[in-house]
């Protein structure tokens, strides 16, 4: 499986981004997926994650303003993120988890930056 992130950038306070992260390769072995982040300095953190079945998980600092979903028929996993803050600042990782039957394995993506200026 070959994760691909795009839509990272630099936006204002307040401003909006949309991120990508598409799948290749074995993508019908991919259960749940998820995004990261790592500010510098600090350790890489979950963001959000979302189940095969379309349960979602997010940390509370981004409840209410970042929403992932997942288009299955495109292999395709989405953040919007809106009233983006600076403590947003960070790179941004997919990932995705395959099933047991696949090896149950777990894939990132090569990271795409987020800034956020105030």
């Known amino acids: 499986v070959q994760l691909v992130e795009s839509g990272g950038g630099s936006v204002q306070a307040g401003g909006s981004l949309r991120l990508s992260c598409a799948a290749y390769g074995r993508a019908v072995c991919i259960s749940a997926m998820g995004w990261y982040r790592q500010a510098p300095g600090k350790e890489r953190e979950l963001v959000a994650s979302i189940a095969s079945g379309g349960s979602t998980n997010y940390a509370e600092s981004v409840k209410g303003r970042l929403t992932i979903s997942r288009d299955n028929a495109k292999n395709t996993l989405y953040l919007q993120m809106n009233s983006l803050k600076p403590e947003d600042t960070a790179v941004y990782y997919c990932?995705?988890?395959?099933?047991?039957?696949?090896?149950?394995?777990?894939?990132w993506g090569q990271g795409t930056q987020v800034t956020v200026s105030s």
């Open positions: 990932s995705a988890h395959t099933l047991p039957v696949c090896g149950g394995t777990d894939y």
